[in-house]
Structures are given as C-alpha cells and as structure tokens.
C-alpha cells in the first residue's frame, strides 16, 4: 500500500509540476508584419475648386442683298470662380499595367460682353449704337481613358486621352435703327 501511495503521490506532483510549467510565460519571436502591397486598383471620387479664364473671339459677316454692311469684331476675355466633381476607376494588371477611366463635370461663371461698332464697308455708321456680344461658358465636362506604366509602387506614367465638351451661349444684339435682329 505504501508503494501505491508513494506511486501516486509522485504522479500528483509531477502533474502539479507539469500544469504549472504550461502556466510559465513563453518568450518566443513575434511573426513578421505582412508587407504592404501597394495596388492602383480602385475607384475614386472627389472635388475641385479653382479657377478659369477665357479668350473669345467673336465676328459677324452677313449681309443681305443689296445691303452694304461691314464685318464687326470683338475679342473677350473673363475669369472666373470654377468648380466640380470627378470620379473614377483604375484597374492594375500584369505586374505594373494600369488601365482606368475618369469623367469629370464642372460648373463656371465665365461670362464677358463687348460691343462692336455696326458701320457700312465705307465706314458710316448703320442706325444708332453698334453690335452687343455676350458670351458665358456655363459648364465643362469630359471622359477619358487611361493606360499607365507604374515604375515604382506609387509612381505612374501613363496617357490618357477622350472627349470634352462645353455648355456655352454667345448671343449677339444688332440694332439697326429701331428694329434689333438676334444672332445665336
């Protein structure tokens, strides 16, 4: 009995011993942080706030048979507060190949007139007061693609290329005496 007891005595403590070890702090080395992997793949949206300026040019040239008017011109210039939005989307293939699209829409206050003198060929004017331009851009928008090289993670080459357009009105205000004719 006395073996049985010593025998068991001995595997309670080593048992003791054992859980108490695993309780012990274990000092090993942290794993590495993951690399960073940088990518160009993405959408993206945003605004701007800047501004614009303009130079218009602006001619007339009609004359009805048996009419002897001359040609007016006027040159304009404005500038103004700008601002819009832009969105767009980049896709990276290959190892460094970046292909994307962007669009971007913005609002202007470009607007400028001019008056031009309304004379005949010889010179003399025609009725009172000369010819009114006035012009104003009132949005610019455009779409384009892109095809891009990234030589290193965060430097991109590319080209890029697509359409634009332009919201503008330039009405012009001839009066000839006491009738008036509206040119858009």
């Keep these: ?37 940088f990518s160009w793949t993405g959408c993206y949206i945003g605004g701007d706030v800047g501004g614009g ?24 210039d404005s500038t103004a507060v700008m601002g819009g939005a832009y969105l767009g989307c980049n896709y990276q293939f290959g190892s460094n190949w970046v292909v994307g699209i962007e669009g971007d829409w913005t609002a202007t206050d470009l607007k400028n007139s001019a008056t031009a003198p309304n004379l005949f060929l010889n010179g003399l004017p025609v009725g009172s007061g000369g010819v009114s331009y006035n ?25 890029t290329g697509g359409a634009a357009w332009a919201n503008s009105d330039f009405p012009a205000l001839t009066p000839i005496g006491a009738d008036a004719r509206i040119a858009r």
């Design 1 to 37: 009995m006395k073996k049985l007891a010593f025998v068991l005595s001995t595997l309670a403590i080593g048992t003791v011993t054992a859980s108490a070890a695993d309780l012990a702090p274990r000092y090993t080395k942290a794993p590495p942080a993951p690399l960073a992997v």
């Design 53 to 76: 300026s303009q130079r218009q040019s602006a001619s007339e040239f009609t004359i009805p048979a048996g009419f002897d008017a001359g040609p007016t011109a006027v040159k304009q």
């Design 135 to 159: 012009e104003r851009v009132n949005w610019l928008a455009s779409v384009r693609g892109r095809l891009g090289y990234a030589i290193a993670p965060t430097f991109l080459l590319y080209v």
